[in-house]
Nanobody
Framework: VQLEQSGAELRNPGASVKVSCKAS????????IDWMRRAPGQGLEWMGR????????KYSQKFQGRVTLTADTFTNTAYVELSSLTSEDMAVYSC???????????WGQGTQVTVSS
């Protein structure tokens, strides 16, 4: 099982960013994919999750309206898109597979998002 994320991103304030997480080695539609982020000096922050089988999503209230999770079952890739970026959105964004027990059993390598003018 592997979750491979896209590379580092640099965006201007007010822009949007879209990070991908390509899954391999398992049936993509059988497990939720969650997205989290960690800003410098901060704890892990849960953003939301998607069920790739039907596209059902659940978002953290903090990001409601600014974040969109999608999943492409043809390429086995999950995406997180965050809009209206500010410096407070600078963080490492990570995807994780939620295993059968409900715990995260596989993680992507993380994607650094930098917001700077």
């Amino acid at each position: 099982v592997q979750l491979e994320q896209s590379g580092a991103e640099l965006r201007n304030p007010g822009a949007s960013v879209k990070v991908s997480c390509k899954a391999s080695g398992y049936n993509f539609t059988r497990y939720y994919i969650d997205w989290m982020r960690r800003a410098p000096g901060q704890g892990l922050e849960w953003m939301g999750r998607i069920d790739p089988e039907d596209g059902d999503t659940k978002y953290s209230q903090k990001f409601q309206g600014r974040v969109t999770l999608t999943a492409d079952t043809f390429t086995n890739t999950a995406y997180v898109e965050l809009s209206s970026l500010t410096s407070e959105d600078m963080a490492v964004y990570s995807c994780a597979r939620r295993g059968s027990s409900g715990a995260y059993d596989y993680w992507g390598q993380g994607t650094q998002v930098t917001v700077s003018s």
